[in-house]
C-alpha cells in the first residue's frame, strides 16, 4: 500500500508540473496546481500513512 500512495504523490507532482505547459493563464495553473497538491496529500496522508500506522510500534 505504501508503493501506492507513493505513485499517487508522484502522480499529484506530475499534475502540478504539467500546469506550466498546458497553458499560460495564471488561474488555470492555479488550479491545476492545487489538485496536484490535493492529491499529493492524499498520497501522503490517506495512503502512506495508512500503511504505516498499520503496523505501528506502540499497537504491539
Same mark, same amino acid.
Not at 21 to 50: C, P, Q, Y
Given at each position: 500500500m505504501a508503493f501506492v500512495g507513493l505513485a499517487v504523490v508522484v502522480l499529484g507532482f506530475i499534475i502540478s508540473?504539467?500546469?506550466?505547459? +498546458?497553458?499560460?493563464? $495564471?488561474?488555470?495553473?492555479? &488550479?491545476?496546481? %492545487? +489538485?496536484?497538491?490535493? $492529491?499529493?496529500?492524499?498520497? &501522503?496522508?490517506? %495512503?502512506?500513512?495508512?500503511a504505516y500506522l498499520k503496523d505501528a510500534i506502540w499497537k504491539k
Open positions: 508540473f504539467a500546469s506550466l505547459g +498546458v497553458t499560460e493563464d $495564471v488561474t488555470v495553473r492555479l &488550479i491545476m496546481t %492545487l +489538485v496536484g497538491i490535493a $492529491v499529493s496529500l492524499f498520497g &501522503i496522508i490517506g %495512503l502512506i500513512n495508512k
